[in-house]
């Protein structure tokens, strides 16, 4: 039996927008999808660009359909998703200083 949390057959979904926000309602707009995505389940990796974790491929379909009925009516999102042991080859820096990776917290969902 393949184990259901293998590195493979978990998914990582990144969302990354840029949205406008020269007008007070385009500010509104903008902090809506935000506060939104966060509500299901994704969060900030760096400035507009959120992640979340998902058991499966199949779970992470769900919540990509998810953001893409939240998105506002202006602006750029882009969304993606990949395996578990992709996200582990990422490498973060502050400047030129390498820092350490973020463990992901082990995420249990019941439905």
């Known amino acids: 039996m393949m184990n259901r949390l293998n590195e493979y057959r978990v998914m990582w979904i990144l969302v990354l927008y840029d949205l406008p926000t020269q007008t007070q309602k385009q500010r509104k707009s903008a902090a ?8 299901d ?17 199949e ?9 893409k ?3 506002p009516d202006e602006g750029h999102i882009g969304i993606f998703k990949i395996t578990d042991k992709q996200f582990s080859e990422i490498e973060i820096f502050n400047c030129k200083a390498k820092m ?12």
Do not use: D, T, W
């Not at 999808?33 to 509500?39: C, V």
């Not at 779970?59 to 953001?67: D, G, L």
């Open 32 to 39: 809506k999808f935000r506060k939104r995505i966060m509500s």
């Open 41 to 57: 389940g994704f969060n900030m990796f760096q400035f507009s660009i959120y992640i979340r974790n998902c058991s499966s491929l």
């Open 59 to 67: 779970n992470a379909e769900v919540h990509i359909k998810r953001v």
């Open 69 to 71: 009925s939240m998105m």
């Open 100 to 111: 350490q990776a973020r463990k992901p917290p082990l995420q249990l969902e019941f439905f």
